[in-house]
């Protein structure tokens, strides 16, 4: 099944702590990722961030939001117990727990209005029943900014010449960290002689391993088949190398992709356009950044000591 949304958690979070006992945080993860029988893919789902398991992250929101409706309490750091009002709850047997049912509680609703509209009136608070945390609404935020920006750049990259193109994949390798990030461990190979290789970078500061490239700036809706691959291979033999990157603003086909699965001799990378222009935003290369939110959360450490 589907990882549950964060509300789904809430009334199996009262279930479990109807016993009146104090219950960890970690050992909710545990209990929940078997009641609800979370696959392992499942649990290894991270956030885009990669701070944090999905699931966990839902767990955790869960049990802020039935805090904050006065419905448990937390006696110890990452430990909670149920209230009154939180048993009461549970009497009421309502078959769901999500943000419109805990507006009912008024400590629950002064927190929804500090966040959304703390200078206006109660009919402006916005109750968000899709199910989304609000890590999950900014991440969702997020990946729609970065998709459209990835088809930016790879447009903009599409109106460069295959000069201009030849020359970026070297840069990204670069501000990847390759050649020791020094430009001048990196090389644009010219047209002539060229025997099919575009690039070649110094895999470390020492030079003691190169990566060979080449670079096709191609129609995006093209694809590249086994027969370029091939070629590709056969120029790196003949370099002595054994390590290479194809890297393209199209895409790849099934065949090109299996033919480089089985190759031992040499170490091929395949990057397509899609992959390209989200490594040069993850690397910002060609972008700048023009927003910068940060995200906080308790330091336990420093109340601790």
Not at 35 to 50: H, M
Not at 116 to 125: A, G, L, V
Not at 298 to 303: G, L, Q
Request: aromatic share 10%; glycine share 6%.
């Amino acid at each position: 099944m589907a990882i549950p949304k964060y509300h789904e958690f809430m009334k199996p979070i009262l279930l479990l702590l109807k016993d009146e006992m104090p219950h960890k945080r970690s050992d909710m993860y545990e209990k929940f990722a078997l009641q609800f029988r979370l696959t392992e893919e499942e649990k290894e789902e991270w956030l885009p961030s990669g701070k944090q398991q999905v699931y966990k992250n839902r767990i955790g929101w869960a049990l802020t939001y039935l805090k904050k409706a006065n419905l448990i309490e937390s006696p110890t750091r990452a430990t909670f117990i149920i209230t009154d009002s939180g048993k009461s709850v549970l009497k009421e047997n309502s078959e769901v727990i999500d943000q419109e049912y805990l507006m009912k509680f008024d400590s629950f609703k002064g927190f929804k209005k500090n966040i959304d509209n703390p200078d206006d009136d109660d009919k402006h608070i916005v109750v968000t029943p899709s199910g989304e945390t609000p890590q999950d609404m900014l991440d969702r935020a997020h990946k729609a900014i970065n998709s459209t920006l990835t088809d930016d750049v790879l447009n903009e990259v599409m109106n460069q010449s295959p000069d201009f193109f030849e020359k970026l994949v070297v840069d990204l390798l670069v501000t990847m960290g390759y050649g020791g990030s020094k430009i001048e461990n990196s090389q644009v190979l010219g047209k002539t002689g060229d025997e099919g290789i575009d690039g070649v970078i110094k895999e470390d500061k020492l030079g003691f391993d190169k990566i060979y490239i080449q670079a096709k700036r191609w129609d995006i809706d093209r694809t590249v088949g086994r027969p370029e691959i091939q070629k590709f291979v056969g120029a790196l033999t003949g370099q002595g190398a054994t390590k290479g990157a194809f890297i393209t603003t199209a895409g790849f086909s099934k065949d090109a992709k299996e033919y480089v699965s089985k190759q031992h001799a040499c170490k091929i990378v395949l990057i397509d356009g899609q992959t390209l222009a989200a490594l040069m935003i993850e690397h910002n290369l060609g972008v700048s950044v023009e927003s910068t939110y940060l995200i906080k959360k308790i330091d336990f450490d420093y109340f601790n000591d």
